[in-house]
């Protein structure tokens, strides 16, 4: 008996049946996907969470959240002793309580070189500026990757690659490093971010400094008159000054969960943020956000003055790749005004939301939805607003 084979059509209909199924099941297992790296996210900033405590326990206090104020006539090179031209902040801190030792030795072995020789890393070595305020960007294991610090959700984590590497000279030989290359970049670039509280972080102002006639410049001091900054930047620190924000986080904070009045469980102290590639081609976008090794103006912290992936774009000096999107929406703005402030916002790639660290270690997703008011209360350590995140 001879065997009948399929026809065409048949073979049409089960090809059609096939992709009609794949259609079907692509979407079930790409929600399972971003489950899976949502839930890795919020597991990445409890072990944040953990090691915020842990830090608090040892020292008394939590982290500063950015050492460098920015407006300072310092000298000196210590952050572990609160210079304010150190480029440090709270990812330095914590690196011992989250199994990164040999990366927290590094940083203090650059410093006691910086301090002992004076070697430069940058082009102007005569000029302490240039040569203390991105301390870190120099230390062995700067442009290391470290997983809990990286969202699976963001194709853009774990950067480490800097367009227009100017900051080439390594430690400890002093000697350029080929461009673009991890080594003379600005160092590992992170998702998750401490909250300074519910307003910009500073306002910049376009003035004269250190001899030269052009560039943007940060006054961290929210809401004050910029002057004070400006001659805070000449060697007299303006009052504040990039203290005093309204948040757990900020320069030169040494908060603790006490001082948090509000509730830590009413609290943000963590949440996340997208990294943005530089533009390497043309004159260059070089995007600071989530730079953990030379924090200028607030690149590892946040605000919550506007709600989680907010349309309105978070404002930067020339540390901003602005022609970068997320879901279609312009991420970052550059400055160019005097009085424009300086601001991140929470974002992410989850769906309808980001997940939050509150001051009691629970991490929880705040929806884009929520209540702004509600939002921007969640971002104040002793602002007295009623309720929290429901």
């Given at each position: 008996m001879s065997r009948r084979?399929?026809?065409?059509?048949?073979?049409?209909?089960?090809?059609?049946?096939?992709?009609?199924?794949?259609?079907l099941l692509l979407p079930a297992v790409q929600k399972v996907r971003e489950a899976a790296a949502r839930a890795k996210c919020a597991n990445n900033l409890k072990q944040l969470g953990i090691a915020l405590h842990n830090f608090e326990?040892?020292?008394?206090?939590?982290?500063?959240?950015?050492?460098?104020?920015?407006c300072s006539g310092s000298r000196t090179v210590d952050f572990m002793t609160g210079d304010e031209w150190s480029r440090a902040g709270w990812y330095q801190y914590l690196l011992p309580f989250q199994e990164q030792q040999g990366i927290y030795?590094?940083?203090?072995?650059y410093v006691a070189y910086q301090m002992n020789t004076g070697a430069p890393y940058n082009v102007a070595p005569t000029n302490w500026k240039h040569r203390v305020n991105a301390i870190m960007t120099g230390a062995t294991g700067h442009h290391t990757a470290v997983p809990t610090y990286a969202c699976p959700?963001?194709?853009?984590?774990?950067?480490?690659?800097?367009?227009?590497?100017?900051?080439?000279?390594?430690?400890?030989?002093?000697v350029p490093r080929p461009d673009f290359s991890p080594e003379s970049g600005q160092g590992f670039h992170g998702n998750y971010l401490l909250c300074h509280g519910d307003g910009v972080f500073g306002r910049y102002?376009?003035?004269t400094y250190m001899g030269t006639t052009n560039g943007w410049y940060k006054c961290m001091n929210s809401g004050q008159n910029t002057t004070t900054c400006r001659d805070g930047c000449a060697g007299t620190p303006g009052p504040d000054c990039g203290r005093n924000l309204r948040g757990v986080f900020f320069a030169k904070s040494r908060v603790r969960v006490t001082d948090v009045t509000?509730?830590?469980s009413n609290t943000l102290f963590g949440s996340e943020g997208v990294v943005a590639p530089d533009v390497f081609t043309g004159a260059g976008a070089n995007d600071g956000r989530g730079r953990y090794f030379n924090m200028f103006d607030g690149n590892a912290l946040?605000?919550?003055?506007?709600?989680p992936n907010t349309t309105v774009p978070d404002q930067s000096v020339n540390f901003c790749n602005d022609e970068f999107t997320v879901r279609g929406r312009v991420t970052c703005q550059k400055a160019t005004t005097n009085g424009s402030p300086g601001v991140y916002y929470a974002r992410s790639y989850h769906h309808g939301g980001v997940?939050?660290?509150?001051?009691?270690?629970?991490?929880?997703?705040?929806?884009d939805s929520v209540n702004p008011v509600v939002y921007r209360g969640l971002g104040t350590r002793a602002g007295g607003e009623p309720g929290g995140l429901e």
């Open positions: 084979a399929f026809t065409l059509i048949e073979l049409l209909v089960v090809v059609a049946i096939i992709a009609v199924l794949v259609g326990t040892a020292r008394g206090h939590l982290p500063m959240g950015q050492v460098n104020e920015f030795d590094s940083m203090l072995g959700s963001d194709p853009n984590a774990r950067k480490n690659r800097t367009h227009g590497a100017g900051w080439a000279y390594a430690w400890p030989t002093a102002e376009y003035q509000d509730g830590a946040f605000s919550t003055a506007e709600r997940n939050g660290l509150f001051g009691d270690g629970a991490v929880r997703f705040v929806p």
